[in-house]
């Protein structure tokens, strides 16, 4: 939208939303747009990730929805065997979402993971 703009345009101008950044989270995530709000997902080099939902409609207060994710698996799934996350976290603020982020990225290596690279150091080349 622009000052040139016809008063009754219905053109959305997404220079006024508020962008959604995880500064202190080293893992950069995809990013999508549902009927529902903004999707980001994570996958980290521990094997683990994390699925944010940013809620249309509400404000940073209270607009997210976390779910830890096994990235080991493709595509990644939802697992509640972190001590992050025992279940979908809902009604999160974005200071709580950023710690949750944080302490799932520095998460000890999935088992599956250490698996694999076990299994890689027993191979002979």
Not at 8 to 13: E, I
Not at 82 to 90: F, G, I, N, Q, Y
Request: charged share 15%; net charge negative; with cysteine.
């Amino acid at each position: 939208m622009s000052l040139f703009d016809p008063i009754d345009s219905d053109f959305q101008s997404f220079l006024f939303v508020e962008s959604v950044v995880f500064p202190q989270v080293l893992a950069l995530p995809t990013h999508e747009y549902a009927p529902e709000g903004e999707l980001y997902t994570f996958c980290f080099a521990n094997g683990y990730g994390a699925l944010v939902v940013r809620l249309s409609g509400h404000t940073l207060a209270d607009a997210f929805e976390l779910c830890v994710l096994d990235c080991t698996q493709q595509p990644p799934q939802p697992t509640f065997r972190t001590p992050v996350a025992a279940s979908v976290l809902p009604g999160l603020s974005h200071e709580a979402v950023t710690q949750l982020l944080v302490q799932a990225e520095q998460l000890p290596s999935h088992p599956a993971l250490l698996q694999a690279q076990t299994s890689l150091l027993d191979e002979v080349f």
